[in-house]
């Protein structure tokens, strides 16, 4: 080979690894290997992405979110949200095999974000508006999966092991019993219902030579068809608010109604301040499940049904099912005078947060009667979660600094895995310790709470 030769295959194969290390890491050049398995690294900002940045480090701190992550990403998955992501956080967290440089790269997020079709507008620069973004995208690719038909075992019946047996049996060795559908109630979660709303009839008397299995198989294949498909699996996120009014009439309750969400925003226009005067976690919960006076309602039972009389409601809410990884928003932005202003307010919260006190139960009757202008009794029931249930643990807290148009989003969180007690201060690419007090003096915005569990936390490296 001549020597013009060789330094064009020179050439060619260092453009290939600049070209290989910009696409994963971004225009910063060559990562900074970490010296440790499991060290947290920094983001590097696009262009105004600190509210990505943010938002990616609050959900790497919640190890449930990370293991339901990695339950549903794929290695094979192209431009996947929930790989990506997965991927991503793996990366940032110092757990992945082997891209370990730091700082690491958010792109791949918002390419995926692309590929769905979501388009992220300039101005949009609020993390928890962008938790929505992706909690939608995954939502999306959950549901995508669940419409994916199953295979013929999940329509028959049939699973592995001692159960299954063939369903082309010959004539000659029909099966021991004739085939019948599970009720929809007895179906196993990870198999579909098989809907029966006509009584199967007596099997008929086979031809010479035709398989019963074979009868019972077009049986089978055709209900399968208009079966309907799997729910899609929820995020860790997801819980359910459980809401009802009550008649200060004739005191008819509603039916209890339920609503799913992702995130809670707390107000802190209702909030008391205490004896303090300053604001806490537990007052904004407070407020938030606060009965409330509802006007014009029809009572079903006290106004007849051709009338328009009107009359005033009660209005309950609760938590009915909480999530294992709880995010509460602080609404901090908020109109007046005509124009958007920022409430700067301490807001205290704890590292340990006890939920059971606002999850679905009876309200206390003081609070009822102290509406309906009477004198109230004691307190009725207890919380309908567990106590072990509603126990939650801090995992992260994103703070903003700057006015209601403008600023900048950073994020104390968890260090993972051996390193969950200590605390990381995380703003793009600075990543340093802190301790647990400077992160509970912060004025949060937004904070991500995990469920408490006894056993020992999983590592993740």
């Known amino acids: 080979m001549e020597s013009g030769d060789r330094i064009l295959v020179a050439a060619g194969l260092t453009a290939a690894v600049v070209v290989g290390a910009f696409v ?22 696009l262009g105004r992405t600190c509210f990505l940045n943010t938002l990616l480090q609050a959900l790497a701190a919640c190890p449930i979110f990370i ?9 094979d998955a192209h431009n996947s949200m929930i790989t990506t992501l997965y991927t991503v956080i793996e990366v940032v967290n110092g757990t992945h095999e082997s891209a370990r440089g730091t700082p690491v790269c958010p792109l791949g997020v918002l390419q995926s974000l692309r590929a769905a079709g979501w388009v992220i507008p300039a101005d ?10 992706l909690l939608s995208c995954i939502e999306e690719e959950t549901t995508a999966m669940a419409r994916k038909p199953g295979c013929l075992s999940d329509a028959l019946g049939l699973g592995a092991g001692g159960r299954a047996w063939s369903a082309l049996a010959s004539p000659a060795s029909p099966p021991a019993a004739p085939l019948s559908l599970r009720p929809a109630s007895a179906a196993p979660p990870d198999e579909p219902d098989l809907a029966d709303p006509e009584p199967t009839p007596e099997p008929a008397k086979l031809s010479r030579g035709v398989s019963r299995s074979l009868c019972q198989l077009g049986t089978a294949s055709r209900r399968w068809a208009a079966a309907p498909a799997r729910p899609a699996p929820a995020p860790p996120t997801r819980g359910t608010l459980a809401s009802r009014l009550q008649c200060t009439v004739c005191s008819t309750k509603s039916p209890v109604r339920y609503d799913k969400f992702d995130s809670i925003s707390l107000s802190m226009a209702n909030a008391s301040t205490g004896r303090t005067g300053a604001f806490s976690l537990p007052g904004l919960l407070r407020a938030f499940t606060a009965p409330e006076m509802v006007k014009g309602v029809r009572c079903n039972k006290c106004a007849p049904e051709d009338g328009g009389m009107q009359t005033k409601h009660i209005r309950t809410v609760s938590f009915g099912k909480l999530p294992c990884c709880l995010c509460l928003h602080v609404a901090r932005v908020e109109w007046s005078g005509g124009g958007l202003s920022k409430r700067g307010e301490f807001v205290a919260f704890p590292e340990t947060l006890n939920m059971a006190p606002y ?19 004691g307190a009725e029931g207890g919380a309908a979660e567990g106590a072990e249930r509603a126990a939650y643990r801090l995992a992260a807290v994103v703070v903003h600094v700057g006015g209601p148009r ?3 989003f950073a994020t104390y969180r968890r260090g993972n895995g051996f ?20 992160v509970l003096r912060c004025s949060a915005y937004m904070l991500f709470y995990e469920r408490a569990r006894n056993e020992p936390r999983p590592q993740h490296f």
């Open 24 to 45: 994963l890491w971004g225009p910063g050049g060559a990562p900074r290997v970490r010296k440790r398995r499991g060290q947290i690294a920094g983001l590097q900002n």
């Open 67 to 75: 293991e339901w992550l990695r339950k549903y990403a794929k290695a």
């Open 124 to 133: 949009q620069q609020d993390a928890h508006e962008l938790l929505h973004v």
């Open 359 to 377: 999850a679905a139960r009876q309200q206390p009757q003081s609070e009822l009667a102290a509406l309906l202008g009477g004198a109230g009794g």
């Open 406 to 408: 403008s600023g900048h």
């Open 419 to 438: 390193e969950s007690k200590r605390w990381w201060y995380t703003s793009d690419t600075l990543v340093h310790e802190v301790a647990l007090q400077e």
